[in-house]
């Protein structure tokens, strides 16, 4: 019978039934009668979408097929994203939130990794890097661009799926 309620409650879980925005501590973000709950950094990610990881910042961007949102764009299960962006094809802007610790300096001075996902992915000779100049996207941003080397010469694409993480 123990089994049973446990299999009970993971399938009420993976369901999506359990809908309430959490920061990343855990806690629900806002609570009745809380004034206090616009100074609170939130996580936007569901629960079930919150990435398990000891990683400060992590996205997993499946190009926009995901079931975790943040706004009107669709991720893999994410931790600390702020914001997201995309200001043309194959380059991807990434703000942290203030609980990743990530601001200003600490940014500048973080080692972003990306990885590609290829599951998600379209296309074979694929490639997936942070840039780190001045580029296309916002500063406080991390910049990913995407690029395709089909035919030998490399162009930007947004059919590359990848996982980008700050320890």
Known sequence: ?????VFLGLMLCAGGLQAET?????KPLQFAGNSQSASITSNPFTKQCAAVTKAKFAVMY?????DCL?????F???????AFSSPETGVY??????????????LLAA???????????SGSDLLAYVYRGAGS???????VRTYDFAGGSPTLTDDVAFYLKVN
């Open 70 to 74: 943040l706004g009107s764009d669709a």
């Open 62 to 66: 499946l190009r926009g097929n995901g």
């Open 76 to 82: 893999g299960p994410s931790k600390n994203l702020a």
């Open 22 to 26: 959490l920061t990343n501590s855990g």
């Open 93 to 106: 802007c990434f703000t942290p939130s203030k609980a990743a610790g990530l601001s200003g300096d600490k």
């Open 137 to 143: 996207c916002p500063a406080g941003s991390i910049e």
């Open 1 to 5: 019978m123990k089994f049973q309620s």
């Open 111 to 121: 080692y972003p990794t990306v990885d590609i996902e290829w599951g998600s992915s």
